[in-house]
């Protein structure tokens, strides 16, 4: 599992260190506004683990069903000897959280890390795989919307599964009008690339999903 | 299992991936892509509005979502008609509701757990009636300035089970517990009278009494509690207690008889008050749909979470050593955006007063803190209010003699102003600090009335509105804020709950809210007029323009220091900076910066920056901390 998650990770890094280019270091070369440096320092964070989860149950979750992405950090083997049961339900926590007790408040854990890459990586990676599944068994858990959606993406590799119009609707579905149209060029050359395609169905449904949900634009606020 | 150093390579990959997409990717790309090859819904311009759209639209929904119809159709009006739309909704007074929270410094994500609403879960840990209220007042363009009254009315949550119940119980409704806690209590009083009827002995009655104690247990359930140790009320059983405690009962038994007739009438008062309040009978959809609690009920001095107001004393304790310093440096911190910054910039060590603490470097705070702290003197362990007794109680468990302790706020010999208790900005200049209307006894309330009228508690609200509806990590140019508040105060001497409406509207318009990919340490809006081109960095420039240009701008800047322009001032490194010219010579960065350093520092008067004029505390510490920035950055 690790070893496939570490092949994610690198592509993933890769491909947008790569795309985008790593910007010389050092303090004389920084690029001016009105006569001041600009600093290229990245300002955001997450939006937090409650909010990532209730944009993805507004976006592809059936209304009424409980939904919790924290879900996907349960181990799902061996469950019933589950060391982990009393920490895991904690660790979306470390996600971007709100804490307040008068004096000493504020908006802790957002800003990505290791560890915190790593629990979204399996948080989003789980729902993608449970998207991803629905091509062999149907789930009550996705909306009509996404269901129609994975309806097509199931074709894989069938023409329409990677056609312009399925891949807008289901970055319109996942990412919503938080990107720009940019990002979604890029995504989608990535998707209809030669090297994509090698992927199976399941495989690719996960990476398509994976790798909207993972975009900075989707995750940061 | 991935090595360490692997995963610490991963890491660093991730966050380069991260800071890189967000902060260059789409800049650079879009320089690639022609108009033409816009692939997403419609034209790019009408994409931009459906992003706007769709981005105010969680935001004034507390995060939920408009579906894609209710995006499309908003997009058709006017910004500022979508953002009058959606403050209609009852999702709105949620968002105010957090947004009040935020602001109180409360805020907190472990309030929110799966199922509940928002309302529910906010009742069911902490207490705050101005959040609420003023958030009320929001949705029918009241008084929203209610938020900085603590003293709210309190509202009722809808009657919920806890934990705390007989594992034989569960599954049993709230109403069927409810019905059981009320006969079981009303059967065993009517037993202690039968008791007293029959063979009055104190042994006999007070075995009986444990047991009707024991009754008030099945409200735990419920969440309420009849005050602990039950000693303390009369309204329950106080004197029943006192009496069997008083082992071996070396007074005869009183005719406890009326005394459980009361009580009966009392639990009476209260099952039907908690009848209303089951889930059937009480449905809390929005704000407006809340109940305020029945005084009657109040003064039953019952204990709970449906039914006290002390979250907030708990939260903020008064100890027999903090003196209320911890309240004091919530009001500053939460309502005037002072957070207590210990740098010792605030006043010269020459000026320090003595009677909590003469170190410069602790006046620097205390100077206001303790004066700030006495308006709470008379409140002890959770708020309860001693001033009618003879000592007072601290949440530490700490009994002391209340006369001596208010002494700590006595302006001793001085009968024009007998407290040294206020809101204080300046120890050289008493006319900028504000007092109570009434110097011979300052209470709480007035305190309130300061935070209403005080500019800087305008400012730090409209700051914090910043904070909450565009960002917390965006630089906020000083001037734009004080333009916004400015603004603020304005509509709000017509109608509070308009300016914060108003004010909304203007940061979701904003070039900030809207900007795509933003950058550290850059701002997007500006005092309507200004050019920030060749201007000093957005995060001083407005603070340095109010306190310093008057004598350092320009080729005649007193010291050579022109503090109203940034330009190159080292072309071989691309240093920007001041002008700053001795004899002649253009000083480094860094050897400028220490002088601005050492003149905001200096406890001599006649060097002290800036010179003879009030500079606001949060300035002076702001231009302070970015001054050493610069420091290290030269």
């Known amino acids: ?221 | 299992m991935l090595e360490h150093g692997s995963t610490k390579a991963l890491a660093c990959l991730f966050i380069i991936s991260l800071a890189i997409s967000l902060s260059s990717c789409g800049k650079k790309k879009r320089n690639h892509n022609p108009p033409g090859n816009f692939a997403l819904t419609g034209s790019p311009e009408t994409y931009e509005k459906l992003q706007w759209v769709a981005k105010v639209g969680r935001v004034l929904r507390n995060g939920r979502e408009l579906s894609d119809t209710q995006v499309d159709q908003l997009s058709l009006l006017s910004k500022d008609q979508v953002i009058d739309d959606l403050m209609k909704d009852a999702l709105f007074g949620d968002t105010v509701v957090e947004f009040n929270l935020s602001y109180l410094g409360f805020k907190s994500d472990y309030l929110l757990y799966p199922g509940q609403s928002l309302l529910s879960r906010f009742f069911s840990k902490v207490e705050f009636p101005s959040a609420i209220s003023s958030a009320s007042e929001i949705m029918k363009n009241g008084d929203y300035f209610k938020i900085f009254n603590l003293k709210q009315p309190m509202y009722a949550t809808p009657l919920v089970l806890n934990a705390f119940f007989e594992e034989e119980d569960a599954g049993k409704t709230t109403e069927e517990l409810l019905i059981e806690a009320y006969n079981q209590f009303i059967f065993t009083a009517d037993e202690l009278v039968k008791v007293l009827d029959d063979s009055p002995s104190p042994d006999s009655f007070c075995e009986s009494f444990s047991a009707l104690v024991y009754r008030t247990s099945l409200f735990y359930a419920f969440g309420i509690e009849f005050r602990s140790g039950l000693g303390q009320s009369d309204h329950w059983f106080g004197d029943l207690t006192r009496y069997c405690q008083d082992f071996p009962y070396a007074n005869p038994l009183p005719d406890f008889r009326p005394r459980l007739k009361t009580i009966k009438e009392n639990l009476e008062v209260l099952y039907q008050y908690l009848r209303t309040m089951l889930p059937k009978n009480y449905i809390v959809k929005s704000l407006t749909d809340l109940r305020k609690y029945d005084n009657k009920i109040l003064k039953m001095e019952l204990e709970g979470r449906m039914l006290t107001a002390v979250g907030f004393w708990r939260n903020l304790p008064n100890s027999s050593t903090n003196y209320n310093r911890k309240r004091a440096a919530y009001v500053l911190k939460r309502f005037f955006c002072d957070d207590l910054t210990p740098i010792n910039v605030a006043l010269p060590a020459g000026h320090s007063g003595d009677q909590h603490a003469s170190d410069p470097g602790c006046q620097a705070c205390h100077y206001k803190l303790d004066p700030m702290a006495g308006f709470f003197r008379n409140l002890g362990r959770s708020g309860v209010n001693y001033e009618s007794q003879e000592g007072i109680s601290f949440d530490d468990d700490v009994n002391v003699d209340r006369k001596e302790y208010i002494r700590a706020w006595r302006n001793e010999g001085n009968t024009a102003r007998p407290w040294n208790i206020g809101y204080i900005r300046s120890i050289s200049d008493d006319s900028l600090n504000n007092y109570s209307a009434n110097l011979a006894n300052p209470e709480l309330q007035d305190l309130f009335d300061i935070i209403k009228q005080a500019p800087e508690a305008k400012k730090c609200l409209v700051k914090n509105m910043f904070k909450y509806f565009v960002g917390e990590t965006f630089t906020l140019d000083a001037g734009y804020l004080d333009h916004l508040t400015s603004e603020f105060e304005k509509k709000a001497k017509e109608n509070s709950a308009v300016a914060f409406k108003e004010t909304v509207k203007s940061l979701l318009t904003s070039n900030t809210f809207n900007i795509k990919d933003p950058k550290s340490g850059e701002c997007y809006d500006y005092r309507p007029g200004v050019d920030p081109d060749g201007l000093p960095p957005c995060k001083v420039s407005f603070v340095l323009n109010k306190n310093c240009s008057s004598c350092h701008k320009g080729a005649g800047a007193q010291g050579g220091l022109d503090l109203s322009s940034w330009t190159e001032i080292d072309s071989v490194n691309n240093k920007f900076g001041f002008p700053h010219k001795v004899d002649g010579n253009q000083l480094s960065g860094s050897e400028t910066f220490k002088r601005i350093v050492d003149r905001l520092t200096t406890d001599d008067l006649r060097l002290r920056m800036p010179l003879d004029i009030h500079i606001e505390a949060g300035e002076r510490e702001q231009l302070y901390l970015w001054s050493l920035e610069m420091i290290e950055e030269y």
């Not at chain 1, 795309?19 to 070369?29: E, F, R, V």
């Not at chain 1, 592809?60 to 409980?66: A, D, K, L, N, W």
């Not at chain 1, 996404?146 to 329409?160: G, N």
Request: glycine share 6%; charged share 20%.
């Open chain 1, 1 to 221: 599992m690790f070893c496939c998650l570490r092949l994610v990770v690198v592509t993933i890094a890769t491909v947008l260190v790569a795309g985008c280019g790593i910007k010389p270091k050092g303090k004389t070369d920084k690029p001016l506004v009105n006569n001041k440096p600009v600093n290229y320092e990245l300002i955001g964070g997450f939006r937090g683990y409650l909010v990532t989860n209730q944009v993805i149950k507004d976006r592809v979750i059936q209304e009424g069903i409980p939904f919790e992405l924290a879900g996907y950090f349960e181990l799902k083997e061996n469950q019933e000897e589950n060391i982990f049961s009393d920490i895991t339900p904690n660790l979306r926590s470390l996600l971007g959280i709100n804490e307040g007790n008068g004096v000493n408040s504020g908006y802790k854990n957002n800003q990505p890390n290791s560890i915190n890459m790593l629990l979204w990586y399996i948080a989003l990676s789980g729902l993608a795989t449970d998207m991803a599944d629905t091509c062999d068994d149907h789930s009550n858990l996705f909306n009509q919307k996404t269901d129609d959606i994975l309806a097509k993406l199931c074709t894989w590799p069938e023409a329409e599964s990677k056609s312009d119009k399925t891949l807008q609707e289901l970055w319109q579905l996942l990412m919503d009008y938080d990107a720009t149209n940019e990002e979604f060029l890029v995504w989608r050359a990535y998707v209809q690339s030669d090297e994509f395609s090698k992927n199976t169905k399941k495989e690719a449904i996960l990476n398509m999903v994976v790798s909207i949900l993972y975009n900075p634009y989707f995750l940061l606020k």
